[in-house]
T-cell receptor, first 111, second 113 residues
Framework: GENVEQHPSTLSVQEGDSAVIKCTYS??????FPWYKQELGKGPQLIID???NVGEKKDQRIAVTLNKTAKHFSLHITETQPEDSAVYFC??????????WGAGTKLIIKP | SAVISQKPSRDICQRGTSLTIQCQVD?????MFWYRQQPGQSLTLIAT?????????ESGFVIDKFPISRPNLTFSTLTVSNMSPEDSSIYLC??????????FGPGTRLLVL
């Protein structure tokens, strides 16, 4: 079955700098890759997603890139702000509707 | 997008008792899912709630322990039965409209003493 690995587990960046979180997946049939942000005490919030027919997608300061050949996808956050501090999860979806989750990355924005 | 609410938001329960968590979606969704999340960890899928039929459980989760109902396309319940301290966790409900995008509720924080 599908397996998703996410790195790093913790990422600390200076406010205003960029942050990059990477995920790899194993099942070449996976065709949907969402990213979620989870703040303390809240449920996961979808922030951006990408489908396998697209290589890159951008929404303001957030972008996701997908390399199907290498089976990896990345989240890029530019001009980081204190409110970006949270845990970020990647996921991959094979042929059914389920999501296979990465282990999560705790992003810390230093003032 | 779908807005999902859960009740209760948190509870403290005694071992051996049961708790039913409710999940309400503001629009009809094709799929509903129940997850468990231990503090500081990723999400683990418990089951897919099927409308009008028995839920589909993942390995390690059984219907007797986690009975699920889904009477219509906007509502589902998860019961945590005969609770033990090991059941202390965050329980999350999600809904998907058919394009694989899942939207999550705020979660139910359960502590079993």
């Amino acid at each position: 079955g599908e397996n998703v690995e996410q790195h790093p587990s913790t990422l600390s960046v200076q406010e205003g700098d960029s942050a990059v979180i990477k995920c790899t997946y194993s099942d070449s049939a996976s065709n949907y890759f969402p990213w979620y942000k989870q703040e303390l005490g809240k449920g996961p919030q979808l922030i951006i997603d990408i489908r396998s027919n697209v290589g890159e997608k951008k929404d303001q300061r957030i972008a996701v890139t997908l390399n199907k050949t290498a089976k990896h996808f990345s989240l890029h956050i530019t001009e980081t702000q204190p409110e970006d501090s949270a845990v970020y999860f990647c996921a991959a979806s094979p042929v059914n509707y389920q999501l296979i989750w990465g282990a999560g990355t705790k992003l810390i924005i230093k003032p | 997008s779908a807005v999902i609410s859960q009740k209760p938001s948190r509870d403290i329960c005694q071992r051996g008792t049961s708790l039913t968590i409710q999940c309400q979606v503001d629009s009809q969704v094709t799929m509903m899912f129940w997850y468990r999340q231990q503090p500081g960890q990723s999400l683990t899928l418990i089951a897919t709630a099927n409308q009008g039929s028995e839920a589909t459980y993942e390995s390690g989760f059984v219907i007797d322990k986690f009975p699920i109902s889904r009477p219509n396309l906007t509502f589902s319940t998860l019961t945590v039965s005969n609770m033990s301290p090991e059941d202390s966790s965050i329980y999350l409900c999600s809904g998907s409209g058919g394009e694989k995008t899942q939207y999550f509720g705020p979660g139910t924080r359960l502590l079993v003493l």
